[in-house]
């Protein structure tokens, strides 16, 4: 919801002036996607070692390589599919070890909500892919993007909030697993209105 409603204030703010430096453009992005997941995994090992803040400003740091990646690819018109598969594979590289994180800071009290978080990402993911076959591409990525209730954004908003404020843990996790849920299921049920709609005017 974040990504697809302030992308581009974020773009022009925090991207483009970047991206106006010579020596940016001649960075590979399939780089800064790798740093990216790098930085995302190095705040696995700091939560787990309760070093929170740096374990936030870490994961900050992944999400906007995240970010920069993709913009730098666009600019050099340097994208590829190995770029695109590269970056949704990060993306949950980082979002499994953050979660696994999470999990490890207390494990007994944890698990089941740890669980309720993957699952619900599990699905989600499906539904985004999964969609994403079926509609024909009309945005700046390299692959069709179904935006949602809980989109990076959020899910990072999430993260950050679960490793400042752990205890808070249990509410945070369900919310986000419960949101994530119907993100999943409400893009399940725009598809299955929209395929009918087709087929009633055909």
Do not use: W
Not at 31 to 48: V, Y
Not at 142 to 152: D, L, N, V
Not at 166 to 192: C, M, N, P, Q, W
């Amino acid at each position: 919801m974040l990504d697809s409603n302030f992308r581009n204030p974020y773009q022009k703010i925090l991207i483009n002036p970047l991206l106006k430096l010579k020596f940016i453009k001649k960075i590979e992005p399939n780089f800064i996607t790798i740093l990216s997941t790098f930085f995302g995994i190095l705040s696995f090992f700091l939560i787990i070692s309760a070093r929170n803040y740096l374990a936030i400003f870490t994961l900050l740091i992944s999400g906007y390589f995240d970010t920069l990646d993709g913009s730098i690819a666009r600019i050099t018109q340097n994208s590829s599919d190995i770029g695109s598969v590269l970056d949704i594979f990060s993306d949950r590289v980082v979002e499994m070890s953050i979660i696994i994180a999470l999990f490890l800071v207390d494990p007994i009290n944890r698990s089941f909500l740890s669980i309720l978080m993957i699952a619900s990402s599990y699905l989600c993911i499906t539904s985004f892919l999964v969609v994403g076959i079926f509609f024909q591409n009309s945005s700046e990525k390299s692959f069709h993007y179904s935006a949602g209730i809980i989109e990076r954004t959020e899910a990072f908003i999430f993260f950050i909030l679960m490793i400042a404020f752990g205890k808070y843990f249990k509410i945070l996790a369900l919310t986000f697993s419960l949101l994530v849920f119907i993100t999943a299921f409400i893009r399940i049920f725009e598809f299955i209105k929209f395929y009918k709609n087709i087929k009633i005017q055909a």
